[in-house]
């Protein structure tokens, strides 16, 4: 198990930028494979981005593919997603997730992120 606590939320106007970090406990953090999701109101939760575990491998949603980008600090057991140009359709709960299986089993609580147009 590891814990996951994500920060870096926040409100920002259409156009604008924010990072999101989520710190992880524990020292197995480069066996985890590591992603982003969100969750809009009314919605149901969706991958955003993911990361392999050395970070040379990344993946992205196709409604975040050029403006998102997701990386990894193994040695300071940190994940980052830097979001620009930000739209309104980004507002959401962001949480941060591991597996070292198949399955992300491993969350965080969530950060909130508000785009204002």
């Known amino acids: 198990q590891v814990q996951l606590v994500e920060s870096g939320g926040g409100l920002v106007q259409a156009g604008g930028s924010l990072r999101l970090s989520c710190a992880a406990s524990?020292?197995?953090?480069?066996?985890?494979?590591m992603g982003w999701f969100r969750q809009a109101p009314g919605k149901e939760r969706e991958f955003v981005a993911g990361i392999s575990w050395s970070g040379g491998r990344t993946y992205y949603a196709d409604s975040v593919k050029g403006r998102f980008t997701i990386s990894r600090d193994n040695a300071k057991n940190t994940v980052y997603l830097q979001m620009n140009s930000l739209k309104p359709e980004d507002t959401a709960v962001y949480y941060c997730a591991a597996r070292q299986g198949a399955i992300y089993d491993n969350w965080g609580q969530g950060t909130q992120v508000t785009v204002s147009s």
């Open positions: 524990g020292r197995t953090f480069s066996s985890y494979f």
